[in-house]
Structure formats: C-alpha cells, structure tokens
C-alpha cells in the first residue's frame, strides 16, 4: 500500500457539456447510456505502486494491442451509486464494502489492491467535479462504475506488473419508469455461471460474459433474467445473471442462497439481510434446491421471491419458467415484505430516514 495519500492532478474537459445540455441528458437519462464530462484514472506498476491519480476529461483509453487486459482477461469492477439529498448534499452508500470487495475481487484476478480510503476517495474527487451530474429526480442517482484492468503489453501467460484504475459515472433514472412490477426469470439448466473453484464470487467481466449466451435464451422465453443452479449438482440456488436472491415464507422466514464461492457477495444483499433482521424477520443463508421453491409455490408456504442489485435495488419475481414448468403468478402485486424491505432501504440511501448502521457516506455539501 502507499504510505501517504495519492494526491490528484484535475484538468478540466474543455469539452464540457453546457448546463442546458446537461440539464436534456438529466431529465431522461435511462441507464448506462450517458456519461459525466470528466473519469478518474490511478496507474499502477510492479515498480512504483500506486501513482499519478487524475480527474481527466472523460475519453476513450490508449492500450497497446498486446495489453494483457485483452488476452487474459484481467479485469474487475464495481458498480455504486450517488445520491441527492433533499437538502442538495450527495451522499454515496457503503463504499468501504465496495472497495473491500474491489480489493477481494483484485486478489482473485491477480491484480493490485487498491486501499479502500483511496477507493472512497477516487468517487468523492469525480463528484467535487461532476457533482451537478447527480439528479434530483425521485429514486434517480448518479451510477459510478469503478473498474480496473491489466494494461502490461506483454504476452506471456503471468500476472500483469502494469494495470489502471478508473472510475467512469452515468446518470440513471428510475430502474422502473413505470414502477415495481414482479418479473419472470428462466432457469437455466444448461448453462452455469460460475465453477468451483472460479471466478464467481469476484465481480469480473468474464462471469457477465458467460452469462450473456443463457440471458438471451431467458429473454427468447419471455423473461426478464435468467437463474443459475450450483455448478457442482445443479440442484441448488445460485444467483442470477447479475443479481442475488430471496425467498420469503409464509411465517415470516427469508432465505437466501449461502456465499459458496461461486455466488458474488452482494452489497445489497448484505443490506437486506441486516434491515429484515431489523424488522423481525429470521434469515437464513443456506442451500436451496431448485425443487424446495417449485413445491413451496405450489403449496404456499413461499409468498414471496425477490432479486436485488445496486441498480435495481430490489426486483419483485412473480415467475419462474424453465423446461417443461411455470411456477407463481406474474400477475400478482409484488409482496408486502419485499416492498416494506425496498421502501426501507431506499429511504436510508435518500436520506429520508435515519442511518442505524452508518452506511451513508458524504460525498459532497
């Protein structure tokens, strides 16, 4: 680790978008479809550690054809949110989480470690720049996409002893323009995620990569995500392509699949299991068979299935189709105890209630 604090070099984007065309961009800005004027960039080598920490203007990166990064795979990321207080203070959510999990991630992937405080700090110095980026629309942020790669020109078949980090941002609007509404997911029977001993439980492209081919085969079925089964049995609950998730029984229990090595430790995950913990509810981390959520559908004894990400925060699941099966009813009213959990945490991260545990982080006044 370095022994002092990176100090940053900001050179402003002479480019910068005008306050009215930023202002066009805010007022419908989707997801991951537009991007603030300036990125973050820290480099890294075998040799110096961590240096030359900038705020540039955002802009395409200069590899060599031989960077590590495009033949080996070497590269994570993170994916957190800004945001804006009624009182117009930007605020992030658990960032220390992130960049703990950043560093994990870094590890697996045989890449540096970034420290966690310079990890916070990279986000708070792209908002002291682009802080009028950050919406103020209900349930809208500013989506920050930390990443790292490999970008050693060297072909050999070894660890990277060059890499970068960046952080690149992009507003998004409300996950659900026309409100929560319970989706259907596929079962994938064909296809894993992850396998023992792999890469799942670090937030790297190649995990996203390989669940792109079984995504397009759930949407081929009518479903908005697909489901993953263990990679060892193929019986047991994973994750989704990109997200966790839980089931709530009819006496109040909520299970979630248990962190086995090939399941990406979610940040809204860990949250979600603290609030419902607050909220009474017993929470089991543990295996669930692909079969104990048909028959508990069938029978009642599960009332509610839900998904949960950084940016969709919670996703009511109404169906799950695969082979042969449907399971559930998509057009049921999402749940009371999966709408009381989403109402909740939301409302920590927008400051319209009070913080227990002291996840809110202050980005700027």
Known sequence: MNAAPLTYRVTRNEKARTPAERDAILASPGFGLHFTDHMVAITWDKAQGWHDAEVRAYGPLSLDPAASVLHYGQEIFEGIKAYRHADGSIWTFRPDANGKRLQRSAARLALPQLPVNEFVESLRQLVAIDGDWVPSAPETSLYFRPFMIATEAFLGVRAAQQAGYYVIASPAGAYFAKGVSPVAIWLSEDYARAGKGGTGAAKCGGNYAASLLPQQEAQAQGCSQVLFLDPVEGKYLEELGGMNVFLVYKDGRIVTPELSGSILEGITRDSI???????????????????????????????????CGTAAVITPIGQLKGKGFEVGDLAAPAGEVTMGI??????????????????????RD
């Open 342 to 363: 989403r109402k909740e945490l939301t409302d920590i991260q927008y400051g319209r209630l009070p913080d227990r545990h002291g996840w809110l982080v202050k980005l």
């Open 273 to 307: 299991i603290q609030i419902a913990r607050d909220r009474g509810h017993t929470v089991e981390e543990r295996r669930i068979s692909i079969d104990e959520w048909k028959q508990g559908v069938a029978s009642g004894d599960i009332v509610e299935v839900f998904a």
